[in-house]
């Protein structure tokens, strides 16, 4: 069966910096469109960054310029790099895959992660 793992959440200071990693199996990587998701306490899930099989990617406002997205497809991997983490930024983040993506909305998205907690300390 598909799963998706995401590692690489914790604790963080103002500023700082995390690296996010998805491990996929079960599925056929280099196809599917994949995507960070987040989801704070008390909020909807949001989509934060997204790639497709062909290596375009979506970023939303809020992770432009501090956020990278990048998958390596013969590791059936992606990750996520994230500079100048803000308070705001604290949310469990979800790895997603879409067999076709596009909308980016988390009801479009094939597979998810657990998730990985990222908190921002100020």
């Known amino acids: 069966q598909v799963?998706?793992?995401e590692s690489g959440g914790g604790l963080v200071q103002t500023g700082g910096s995390l690296a996010l990693s998805c491990t996929a199996s079960g599925l056929t990587f280099s196809i599917y469109d994949?995507?960070?998701f987040r989801q704070a306490p008390g909020k909807e899930r949001e989509v934060v960054t997204a790639i497709t099989w062909s290596r375009n990617?979506?970023?939303a406002d809020s992770a432009k310029?501090?956020?990278t997205i990048s998958r390596d497809n013969a590791k059936n991997m992606m990750y996520l790099q994230m500079n100048g983490l803000k308070p705001e930024d604290t949310a469990v983040y979800y790895c997603a895959a879409a067999r076709r993506g596009?909308?980016?909305s988390p009801g479009g998205m094939d597979y998810w992660g657990k998730g990985t907690l990222v908190t921002v300390s100020s």
């Open 65 to 67: 310029g501090r956020f």
């Open 57 to 59: 990617t979506y970023y």
């Open 102 to 104: 596009g909308s980016w």
């Open 3 to 5: 799963q998706l793992v």
């Open 34 to 36: 994949m995507g960070w």
